[in-house]
C-alpha cells in the first residue's frame, strides 16, 4: 500500500515562497515520475510540476513555469516543490502522487494560501 504526506504549506503574503515536501512509501519510488497536483475551492485538481524517475527531466504548468521548481531524493523516497514569487491564484491545496496518477492513493495535502 503506497502513503503519501506531504507538508510544508502555510500562510504567504504574495511574492513569498515555500518549499513542500512529499514523502512517499510502499512504492518503487525511485522508477516513478512523481508529480505535484493542485485543488483550489470548487475547482478541478490540476498537475503543476513532474519529475521523471532520476529527476533529469521536468515539465510545469504554464501557470507557474519559472516561479516553481520540482526536485526529488530518491535515497529519501521523498519530492520536493520549491514555490516562488508565490501569487494568490497559487491558493490550493497541493498533493504529490504518481504520473500517471495512483487513483486510490492520495494523501492528505498541504494548504497552500497566498495573500494579496
Known amino acids: 500500500q503506497v502513503q503519501l504526506v506531504e507538508s510544508g504549506g502555510g500562510l504567504v503574503q504574495a511574492g513569498g515562497s515555500l518549499r513542500l515536501s512529499c514523502a512517499v512509501s510502499?512504492?518503487?519510488?525511485?522508477?516513478?515520475?512523481m508529480g505535484w497536483y493542485r485543488q483550489a475551492a470548487g475547482k478541478q485538481r490540476e498537475l503543476v510540476a513532474t519529475?521523471?524517475?532520476?529527476?533529469?527531466?521536468?515539465n510545469y504548468a504554464d501557470s507557474v513555469k519559472g516561479r516553481f521548481t520540482i526536485s526529488r531524493d530518491n535515497a529519501k523516497n521523498t519530492v520536493y516543490l520549491q514555490m516562488d514569487s508565490l501569487k494568490p491564484e497559487d491558493t490550493a491545496v497541493y498533493y504529490c502522487?504518481?504520473?500517471?496518477?495512483?487513483?486510490?492513493?492520495w494523501g492528505q495535502g498541504t494548504q497552500v494560501t497566498v495573500s494579496s
Open positions: 519529475s521523471t524517475s532520476a529527476g533529469t527531466t521536468t
Open positions: 510502499g512504492s518503487a519510488f525511485s522508477v516513478n515520475t
Open positions: 502522487n504518481r504520473v500517471p496518477q495512483w487513483n486510490h492513493y
